[in-house]
Each structure stands twice: as structure tokens, then as C-alpha cells.
């Protein structure tokens, strides 16, 4: 086999290996050095009016939504004890009324993304919240929201950090949550509440990296076919070059 078909053999074989053994994790922090390909605080739109609901307002960014997500439902700038200054989204109900709907709403990417953060704030207290990562529409992986590890605060414990709330504790959570280890477009979020309870999800200043685009598993094989052939011929008894 030449150095070239060597060379592409191995990178479709360390392909293969990273989709194989790439291992989704998420969970909360209280600090996140990473710098990010792409950040977006929602405040590029100018101060959006309590309670516009958010579509297509950053898709110039990238990022669309649909379903059940809001802006300043309780008011401009209401959560920036929280890291959440200015414009802020979330499920909260309209006019700052607590929320006893079962809100859902996805974030759409317009390409693939390999890390992403926010910063939130969580009422979850019956422990039913959560969300799920897709790609190309076919499901990546699930996670519950109040299952999530809180990496750098202890439970039942709120701090403040230079004028900023944490808190990981049974009514609530807020800090940074990060989504790491795999690929995906889309992320989907449902508060899966029961009769009667409430809850909500409030976050801010987006950011993530895009991912280099790789193959589907379905053609990596055919490229490794196509290897295998190409190598067979070249081992073929009796077989000449072409002028």
C-alpha cells in the first residue's frame, strides 16, 4: 500500500475511533476558563420587550429556537445577580407568573457543535427537567438536568463569587452548565412537569465551538471498501500500469 493509501487509512481508522469512543458528559461549575468559538449574549438585538418569544431573532448568529422560550418574563436585566445581566431567555411564565406548564423548547445550530456552556438558573425541584442532544435529527444522548453533578460546589450550598450567585441545592441551581464529549445540532429541553408543580429554566450568554465535520459512520465503511479494493488491485498478480 503507498504512503498516500496509508495515510488515508489512518485517518479513517482514528475517525472511526474517536465517533466510537466519544463519551457525552454534562454537568454544573461555578467557573469556566475555555474560550469559545462563538459567544452570544442575546443583547445584540437591542433590549427585547418582557416576554417576546424567541424564534429567529440570533440566526444571523447561527442559533434558532423554537417552542416555549421567552425573553425578560420578569423584567430586563431581572436575573443579573445570577450572571444573567440584560437580556435573558427562558420558560418562566409570562409577566414573571410562576410557571405551571409543561414548556418545552429546542436550540437549533446551523452546523455541528462539539462543546457548548451557559449560564442558568434551574428550578427543578421535582426532578424531572431535562434535555437532549441530536444530530442530523437522530437522538446523541439524555440527560436529566437534576442528576447533573454540580463539579465545584458542594450540595446545599449557595456562594457568592465577585457579586454573582451559586447555588446547587434541592430547589434550584445556577452557575454554568457545559455539554462536552460529543457532536451535535440541536438540543432539546422539556421541564416534564407533573400535575400541578412548576418549574422553570432561565439562561444567558451562549457559547460553544463549532466541530469539524467528519463522515457518518455509513461512509467510513464504504471508504474503507474502497481502500481494501484499491490495495487489492495493486496486489493483483499480473496487473500493469495504464500510459
Not at 14 to 38: C, E, I, N, R
Not at 206 to 219: I, K, N, Q
Request: proline share 3%.
Amino acid at each position: 500500500m503507498s504512503k498516500l493509501l496509508r495515510a488515508v487509512a489512518s485517518c479513517v481508522l482514528l475517525t472511526a475511533a474517536q465517533l466510537a469512543h466519544a463519551v457525552p458528559s454534562a454537568g454544573w461549575t461555578t467557573s469556566d476558563g475555555y474560550a469559545y468559538g462563538t459567544s452570544l449574549d442575546f443583547d445584540g438585538a437591542g433590549q427585547l420587550a418582557a416576554n417576546t418569544l424567541i424564534t429567529n431573532q440570533f440566526q444571523a448568529q447561527g442559533v434558532t429556537f423554537s417552542g416555549s422560550v421567552r425573553a425578560n418574563a420578569c423584567g430586563y436585566g431581572a436575573w443579573s445577580a445570577y450572571g444573567m445581566p440584560m437580556n435573558s431567555l427562558g420558560t418562566y411564565g409570562p409577566d414573571c407568573s410562576n410557571n405551571a406548564q409543561e414548556d418545552s423548547f429546542a436550540i437549533r445550530f446551523d452546523g455541528t457543535v462539539s462543546k457548548l456552556a451557559l449560564d442558568a438558573f434551574l428550578d427543578d425541584r421535582q426532578g424531572t427537567a431535562s434535555f437532549d442532544l441530536y444530530l442530523k435529527g437522530q437522538l446523541v444522548s439524555s440527560f436529566s438536568l437534576s442528576a447533573l453533578a454540580y463539579g465545584d460546589l458542594a450540595w446545599n450550598t449557595t456562594i457568592n463569587v465577585d457579586n454573582r450567585y451559586f447555588s446547587n441545592g434541592p430547589y434550584g441551581r445556577a452557575g454554568i452548565l457545559r455539554v462536552d464529549g460529543a457532536l451535535f445540532d440541536e438540543i432539546r429541553f422539556a421541564e416534564n412537569l407533573a400535575s400541578g408543580s412548576a418549574g422553570f429554566l432561565f439562561f444567558d450568554n451562549l457559547r460553544f465551538d463549532a466541530a469539524r465535520e467528519v463522515p457518518e459512520p455509513a461512509s467510513l465503511g464504504l471508504i474503507a471498501l474502497g481502500l481494501a479494493g484499491i490495495s487489492a488491485l495493486r496486489r493483483k498478480p499480473g496487473a500493469t500500469r495504464q500510459a
